[in-house]
């Protein structure tokens, strides 16, 4: 399976800073990778799909980047309703797997 | 608007079995591959099985392979899960969640989740 590492596991920041997460893939995904936000005790939502597309209706604040092994997920001003942990998730290979997560608080 | 909505969930135990589903709403229900995704306790997002939209094929993480069973009716546009021989480490709440597109490319949107505890 290909193993996929978020860093940091957890964040904290103010409001309107600029927030990176990273995902590291095991092996080459190409741009097969999707970002996730789950707010507490919420089902996740799907946020940005293959690593740099964002999703219809989420906010042009949310961005990602990356192709091959390392990818990037960015806010570029962080509001109070951000809270929450976000996921990558890789389909290159079957089975379909997550990053463990990115808690974002704030500060 | 898509829908989904989970139930089933509830205490079993070790050794014991649970049926989950999942009544969709909003879309062509047979047009779309399906996934159910869990989550222990604290922790993160476990891809658990899928099913084309046909239902002629399904897909298991080895953990659940043998023991859990996922299938689909198309004509009452609800997925489910037979899960057989549960174990405590199943403990999770569980998501059922549309395919994006083509099979396993991403899970949107998700339902509410049912959770399901192992324990005697």
């Known amino acids: 399976d290909i193993q996929m590492t978020q860093s940091p596991s957890s964040l904290s920041a103010s409001v309107g800073d600029r927030v990176t997460i990273t995902c590291q893939a095991s092996?080459?995904?190409?741009?097969?990778l999707n970002w996730y936000q789950q707010k507490p005790g919420k089902a996740p939502k799907l946020l940005i799909y293959d690593a740099s597309n964002l999703k219809t209706g989420v906010p042009s604040r949310f961005s990602g980047s990356g192709s091959g092994t390392d990818f990037t997920f960015t806010i570029s001003s962080l509001q109070p309703e951000d809270i929450a942990t976000f996921y990558c998730?890789?389909?290159?290979?079957?089975?379909?797997?997550f990053g463990g997560g990115t808690k974002v608080e704030i500060k | 608007e898509v829908q989904l909505l989970e139930s089933g969930g509830g205490l079993a135990q070790p050794g014991g079995s649970l049926r989950l589903s999942c009544a969709a709403s909003?879309?062509?229900?047979?047009?779309?591959?399906m996934s159910w995704v869990r989550q222990a306790p604290g922790k993160g997002l476990d891809w658990v099985s899928a099913?084309?939209?046909?239902?002629?094929?399904?897909y298991y993480a080895d953990s659940v392979k043998g023991r859990f069973t996922i299938s689909r009716d198309n004509s009452k546009n609800t997925l489910y899960l037979q899960m057989n021989n549960l174990r405590a480490e199943d403990t999770a709440v569980y998501y059922c969640?549309?395919?994006?597109?083509?099979?396993?490319?991403?899970?949107?949107?998700w339902g509410q989740g049912t959770l399901v505890t192992v324990s005697s």
């Open positions: 092996q080459d995904i190409s741009t097969n």
């Open positions: 099913i084309t939209g046909s239902g002629g094929s399904t």
């Open positions: 998730q890789q389909y290159e290979n079957f089975p379909p797997t």
């Open positions: 969640a549309k395919d994006r597109g083509l099979l396993l490319r991403g899970f949107d949107p």
């Open positions: 909003g879309f062509t229900f047979r047009s779309y591959a």
